[in-house]
């Protein structure tokens, strides 16, 4: 017997994040790690919990043995409950056969026998590799109000941006009555965020219509929003003007862990109102040496720095040595940078060593044709022997 819920949050887990190259060869792009200690997947699990969405359905398929692991039972982000929870919905085998998720919305139509479980009034669909803090109860709030059978979060980009964007034109009441995926000549700056609430039987209809036309991408983007536009249903558009970013490629998670050492930049996450919850090991904590010179930087628990570090990033269990170097960087968990080696510009996935006097990166400032610039990466479990040079723009996913 499931106890009725009045909003069940559905979480898009399943991507592989090419973009992102080495750092998702062996995990799913929500379990990549950001911010010194989080993980990209603990911000939407967060936000459900300070929303009061006790009931989560992740659906994950590539590489999920890390996410899987993370997620556990639900306990950090307090989704272990006996009615509800979180539960990782991956694809199975019915007596039908056994399928991929072929798309967004062909996810969410394969696991509607989760949702029924709950007779919910209300669905939210979020993806799992965004970096914001929203309450998510206010645009239920404001769906309802609305008597809207699908209300989309927006943000206001730049007309730049929006030619990469799924962009909303919408009335002055912010109904929705044009939706263009990226359009060369964007008519508003609208961009959707991809985050939905649906009222669960109008979806359910277009979900199922959706998968028996059997065409399309069956994605909510390209098939499910604009069906429900040309049939003239109440599609609305919630604004959110907090901090939000897709880091969907290693320039944008670079970004987005820089980001955290600006002041100018409005993501708190220091605020006990609104708690970004994640799975840490318990480790000492961090221990900063005579030697090291440590500037405008986050550094996390049971890492040890005895070397330089500037405007960087250091995840828990790293060690930097006594004559090691680390600028405008990224060091995930577990990795070593051994004495003399130069970290610049670059991210550095997990349990890599990083041995004496490599370099990996280099600083804008000393490439003549800025066009040869770029963020050096190296992948996890990766070691960069003596001596060895990563330059700008390499992504290193095998011992070098």
């Not at 991956?90 to 998720?101: D, K, R």
């Not at 987005?256 to 605020?271: F, H, I, T």
């Not at 170097?325 to 968990?333: E, F, G, K, L, R």
């Amino acid at each position: 017997m499931y106890l009725k819920k009045e909003c069940v949050a559905m979480l898009l887990a399943g991507g592989q994040g090419s973009r992102l190259y080495a750092l998702t060869q062996d995990m799913a792009k929500p379990a990549v790690p950001y911010g010194g200690k989080y993980r990209l997947i603990d911000f939407p699990l967060s936000n459900c919990t300070n929303s009061g969405i006790d009931t989560v359905g992740v659906l994950t398929q590539y590489q999920p043995l890390v996410l899987n692991d993370y997620i556990g039972n639900g306990q950090p982000w307090d989704l272990d409950r006996n009615h509800g929870g979180v539960h990782v919905l991956p694809p199975y085998q019915t007596s039908l056969g056994a399928s991929w998720y072929e798309g967004t919305a062909n996810a969410i139509y394969q696991n509607m026998s989760f949702i029924e479980r709950y007779d919910p009034e209300y669905v939210i669909v979020l993806g799992g590799d965004h970096i914001y803090k929203m309450d998510y109860s206010k645009m239920v709030d404001f769906h309802k109000e609305n008597n809207a059978d699908c209300t989309l979060a927006v943000i206001d980009v730049s007309l730049e941006e929006a030619k990469r964007l799924g962009i909303m034109t919408c009335d002055p009441d912010y109904r929705v009555i044009e939706f263009a995926e990226k359009p060369q000549q964007p008519k508003s700056t609208l961009a959707s965020m991809g985050i939905y609430v649906f009222t669960w039987k109008k979806l359910k209809k277009y979900l199922i219509e959706n998968e028996n036309e059997n065409s399309g991408s069956k994605d909510f983007g390209k098939d499910i929003i604009p069906a429900m536009l040309g049939n003239d249903e109440r599609l609305f558009a919630y604004a959110f003007e907090g901090y939000w970013k897709d880091v969907g490629t290693l320039d944008s998670l670079w970004e987005a862990n820089m980001d955290l050492l600006s002041p100018s930049v409005p993501l708190d996450l220091y605020d006990n109102k609104w708690k970004v919850y994640s799975r840490n090991n318990n480790m000492p904590p961090q221990y900063i040496g005579e030697t090291a010179e440590v500037e405008n930087s986050m550094i996390s628990e049971g890492s040890t720095i005895h070397g330089k570090v500037d405007f960087s990033i250091i995840f828990a269990g790293a060690t930097i040595e006594e004559g090691a170097t680390v600028n405008y960087s990224i060091v995930m968990p577990g990795t070593v940078i051994k004495a003399g080696a130069v970290i610049e510009y670059s991210i550095v996935g997990e349990d890599c060593v990083v041995h004496e006097n490599a370099k990996v990166g280099l600083s804008p400032e000393t490439v003549e044709n800025r066009d040869e610039w770029g963020i050096a990466v190296i992948g996890h479990n990766v070691d960069i022997s003596e001596g060895a040079e990563v330059l700008p723009k390499q992504i290193i996913s095998k011992n070098v």
